[in-house]
């Protein structure tokens, strides 16, 4: 069985922490500036991204430890997983428009918050 490589599970680990403190500070703004209902659906995006990167994560190592690793179900296990997340946020943004909107938000924030995680190690490594 494989496990996720220490630098990627820490860089994760940091994400999930970053975007915890993101969602309370969020909801602490939204609540004081009256707009709770956003900020709680900006956390329900937070654990959308959070979700998806776990499962990105068990995807690949799922492929690495096959015996003929498939690139096609890869992309397939990629497309399904945009499929039920896409298709989450949108229901939430249609059926509690607009603060469901904030999911987006969320979602959109994971990302950046996963991608400067994951691309400091790199950073560092570049300058040695």
Do not use: H, W
């Not at 915890?20 to 209902?37: D, H, K, M, S």
């Not at 946020?89 to 950046?112: E, I, M, N, R, W």
């Amino acid at each position: 069985m494989l496990t996720v490589p220490g630098a990627t599970r820490e860089a994760f680990r940091i994400s999930l922490i970053v975007a915890v403190v993101i969602g309370v500070l969020g909801l602490v703004a939204g609540y004081i500036f009256g707009a709770a209902g956003i900020a709680a659906f900006g956390c329900v995006g937070l654990a959308l991204g959070a979700a998806n990167a776990l499962m990105v994560q068990r995807s690949v190592l799922r492929q690495s430890a096959a015996d003929l690793p498939s690139k096609a179900a890869l992309v397939r296990g990629v497309g399904a997983r945009l499929a039920i997340v896409t298709a989450v946020s949108v229901a939430l943004a249609l059926f509690f428009f607009p603060t469901g909107l904030g999911t987006f938000l969320g979602l959109a924030l994971f990302q950046v918050i996963n991608t400067i995680v994951g691309s400091v190690p790199a950073l560092k490594e570049l300058r040695k």
